[in-house]
């Protein structure tokens, strides 16, 4: 009877520590905030650069973007932040890319795998345990929220910057081939006569 029970225990232990171990690396999620500019090179760049190794990102990593030149609310939290950073240099208030990962920051970015690398060991600071994560970008926009009830922050997630347009891309070659198509049968047609 004794040996039934442990083993009852042991089972029971067994289904209830995955949820565990589940709800501990769903709380240590971690968001790395991207601010960009639209038509920015090294932003687009980086960007495509990260997409294209998104299966390099960690499971409870995220990548917020926000696009700060277009976007005037955008743009508040994105000075607010670099204010609570004490960044005071004038050639350095709108640069982008400007990547908050906590209570860390970096200016610049390339699309290069060093870059990348670099933003994963900010993340992985927190994920790992090794630095306390707070988010002070969610902070800083509450904290505008409050001064300004209308204001509206406009983030996309990295998977939804990069959405599937499937049908868009058929389309588009569709349409391009019909051009190409028209310009072969003109010429062809041009010579004829």
């Known amino acids: 009877m004794k040996k039934l029970l442990i083993l009852i225990v042991s089972v029971l232990a067994l289904i209830v520590m995955p ?14 905030y991207f601010f960009r500019g639209y038509d920015c090179v090294h ?16 499971e409870n990593v995220e990548i917020v973007t926000y696009e700060v030149w277009k976007n005037a609310y955008n743009n508040k939290l994105h000075l607010a932040l670099k204010d609570k950073f004490n960044i005071v240099d004038d050639d350095n208030r709108n640069a982008v890319p400007f990547l ?34 707070k988010d002070i970008v969610s902070e800083t ?6 001064e300004n009830k209308d204001m509206k922050f406009k983030a996309i997630k990295l998977e939804d910057l990069y959405k599937d347009n499937t049908v868009v891309t058929i389309i588009v070659f569709v349409i391009f ?14 010579r004829k006569n």
Do not use: R, W
């Open 141 to 146: 926009a509450n904290e505008l929220k409050k």
């Open 100 to 133: 908050v990962v906590g209570d860390t920051y970096k200016i610049g970015m390339d699309g290069t795998i060093v870059d990348f690398e670099e933003m994963l060991e900010m993340a992985n600071k927190y994920t790992s345990g090794e630095k306390e994560y």
């Open 43 to 58: 932003c687009e760049g980086s960007l495509e650069f990260i997409n294209e190794h998104k299966d390099d990102i960690p």
């Open 177 to 190: 081939g019909l051009v190409v198509v028209g310009f072969i049968g003109l010429i062809a047609f041009s």
């Open 19 to 32: 949820k565990d171990t589940y709800a501990k690396s769903a709380e240590s999620k971690v968001t790395i």
